[in-house]
């Protein structure tokens, strides 16, 4: 059985320090694998992270590009061509969509685009709606109903 008075340590899992200025012998002995002279050989020397010893950094060489706003709002998307998947009459709210694998993460809610047709008449419950995806909704005979609205 196992417990903590019988724990041994596998062999290889830890290794003994490198004992660096201890001598000739130790093969770190003298300057301590730091070289000779310069920059890093002194005390206190410490290189910031991407420094290439002089040579122009990656992060200086490759181009900036994207911007996330910090107030922006990720959304769990879901097209209306894939509410195709359920009954005419099915009230598809944020629940159903969760239980049925259509969204994963809610993240900071769903929101329902207009790509592809809706053949299906459905009261659509989401966070967001796109202004194509609630004249298509309309136009097949639902309803788009945003969450806010529905728990008033």
Do not use: W
Not at 37 to 52: L, M, N, V
Not at 118 to 145: M, N, P, T, W, Y
């Amino acid at each position: 059985m196992n417990e903590l008075a019988n724990l041994i340590r596998i062999p290889g899992a830890r290794h003994s320090n490198i004992r660096k200025g201890r001598g000739y012998a130790s093969g770190k002995g003298l300057t301590g694998g730091r070289g000779t002279k310069g920059y890093g050989a002194r005390s206190g020397s410490k290189k910031r992270p991407g420094f290439e010893g002089g040579q122009m950094p990656m992060q200086r060489v490759l181009r900036k590009f994207g911007f996330r706003s910090l107030n922006h709002k990720y959304f769990a998307v879901v097209n209306v061509e894939q509410l195709n998947r359920f009954e005419d009459g099915t009230v598809v709210d944020v629940q159903t969509m969760l239980e049925t694998r259509l969204v994963r993460k809610l993240g900071y809610g769903i929101k329902i685009l207009g790509k592809g047709d809706l053949k299906r008449k459905l009261k659509v419950v989401a966070h967001e709606f796109s202004k194509s995806a609630i004249k298509k909704i309309q136009d097949a005979g639902g309803e788009a109903v945003r969450v806010m609205e529905q728990e008033v």
